[in-house]
Nanobody
């Protein structure tokens, strides 16, 4: 069974930083577009950032300049470095792997930005 294993969520003060990680199998990581999405209470799931197998990135406007997505090919892991966090970044963050019509999701990790 394909797994996306997430880690790194938690509670952080406004202005702080967190790094989320998502590990998967080599067969997935090498060809899938990897990404992060988030869902706040009462809202729809939304894009945070994606990165292709070739390293091209895409960001939601709300996180541009604050979040960075990157891949570690040796560890089959995708990360999102989140800086200057705001209370409105509070959500469950989900790792995603997408290729053609296949769309895989992690279990989600909670990020809470609060003083």
């Amino acid at each position: 069974q394909v797994q996306l294993v997430e880690s790194g969520g938690g509670l952080v003060q406004p202005g702080g930083s967190l790094r989320l990680s998502c590990a998967t199998s080599r067969s997935i990581f090498s060809i899938y577009t990897m990404g992060w999405y988030r869902q706040a209470p009462g809202k729809q799931r939304e894009l945070v950032a994606t990165i292709t197998s070739g390293g091209s990135t895409n960001y939601a406007d709300s996180v541009k300049g604050r979040f960075t997505i990157f891949r570690d090919n040796a560890r089959n892991t995708v990360y999102v470095e989140m800086n200057s966090l705001k209370p409105e970044d509070t959500a469950v963050y989900y790792c995603n792997a997408r290729f053609s019509d296949v769309n895989l999701w992690g279990q989600g990790t909670q990020v809470t930005v609060s003083s």
